[in-house]
């Protein structure tokens, strides 16, 4: 960045072999938010330890999640006729609010499985160039084949230096839905699909919320855990249903220790 010659300020930056994304990077760009409030900065870019992710902070100290640069990207190389096939990639866990931005911005999107391999799997089958995660893991297959965090953030500068808009203004074309996630230890996740009560608690909060929400209910592939993910027009909303499907998902399946 300094080569092209950007005013860099930088935190975190001292590692010490202990202290790897210890209150600081893509984890937690809190820390960030308010060092760019700090130096008045136009952006700041959040890493994760190996660099392969990349959390953004706008100009007013708002966080920008994966799911909003792939959105601003997406929508930059499409209008510039670079996005292969008018698609994207990404997993289940994106935001439903960036399904529906690229709704309106007829790309399509295709989902996978969490985690990056099976996003990159995807590109490559597809033949697709733009892929990612809610978490910062973004592809641009045009230019590397992994995630690479200052790549996607010279990505996302490009975007605010060829439209002229803020951080701000380009996030904000995409409205995020309130999300909250639940991680409950049982005792066998992979029965959570075939659990008639688990599945009857789902489909009473998809009937209520008529297409304006989304459930998510999945076992981790590395813990033994059962993540219910919810999202919904309002926090309150979003915090009711997530507590009703985790209460069942508890009597139902809680590992007893």
Not at 21 to 30: A, Q
């Amino acid at each position: 960045f300094a080569d092209l010659d950007a005013d860099i300020s930088s935190m975190g930056s001292s590692p010490n072999g202990l202290n790897i994304n210890d209150g600081v990077g893509s984890t937690h760009p809190e820390a960030l938010a308010a060092f760019v409030l700090e130096k008045k900065a136009d952006v700041g870019l959040a890493f994760d330890g190996d660099g392969d992710r990349v959390i953004a902070i706008d100009e007013i100290g708002q966080i920008v999640d994966g799911d909003k640069i792939m959105f601003i990207c997406a929508k930059y190389l499409r209008e510039q006729g670079l996005l292969n096939s008018n698609t994207i990639v990404s997993t289940v866990m994106s935001n439903l609010g960036f399904y529906k931005g690229l709704k309106e911005l007829n790309i399509e999107d295709v989902q996978t499985a969490v985690g990056d391999r099976y996003v990159v799997e995807a590109m490559r089958e597809g033949n697709f160039n733009l892929g990612g995660e809610q978490s910062g893991h973004i592809i641009f297959l045009d230019h590397n084949t992994t995630g690479d965090g200052l790549l996607s953030g010279i990505q996302l500068i490009n975007v605010m230096k060829a439209t002229g808009k803020k951080l701000s203004e380009l996030a904000s074309e995409m409205k995020t839905f309130p999300q909250k996630l639940e991680n409950i230890r049982v005792s066998d996740k992979n029965h959570v699909a075939d659990n008639p009560k688990v599945s009857k608690v789902i489909s009473e909060v998809e009937a209520e919320m008529a297409g304006n929400g989304r459930v998510l209910v999945r076992p981790s592939g590395t813990e033994p855990l059962v993540r219910v993910m919810v999202e919904a027009a309002s926090k309150e909303e979003t915090d009711e249903y997530c507590e009703r499907i985790s209460a069942v998902v508890r009597a139902e399946m809680a590992l007893n220790d």
